[in-house]
């Protein structure tokens, strides 16, 4: 059994910063690819960061140069800070992790930006 745990999220005021964290547990295998999506109401779900266990990484261009994805793969964790906060950044952010063929999802944890 697998589970990704997130932690973090809140209330974030524009221009400021917060930290999500996702823990992998349930298995010893290191994931492929851990990233984060993003969905908020009326909106599509779009992918924010993503990161290989090799270091590579890919961001959405709404993000770049405000979020950085990292992760451990030691402890099969994958963190986002989110820096420069806008209010269109608020959404639930869902962890995303996938080995070969199989894929695993995190209950969510809202992030809300608002002065």
């Known amino acids: 059994q697998v589970q990704l745990v997130e932690s973090g999220g809140g209330l974030g005021q524009p221009g400021g910063s917060l930290r999500l964290s996702c823990a992998g547990s349930?298995?010893?295998?290191?994931?492929?690819?851990m990233g984060w999506y993003r969905h908020d109401p009326g909106k599509e779900r779009e992918l924010v960061a993503l990161?290989?266990?090799?270091?590579?990484?890919n961001y959405a261009d709404s993000v770049k140069g405000r979020f950085t994805i990292s992760r451990d793969n030691a402890k099969n964790t994958v963190d986002l800070q989110l820096h420069r906060l806008k209010p269109e950044d608020t959404a639930v952010y869902y962890c995303n992790a996938r080995r070969g063929q199989y894929e695993f999802w995190g209950q969510g944890t809202q992030v809300t930006v608002s002065s």
């Open positions: 990161i290989t266990r090799g270091g590579p990484t």
């Open positions: 349930g298995t010893i295998f290191i994931f492929n690819v």
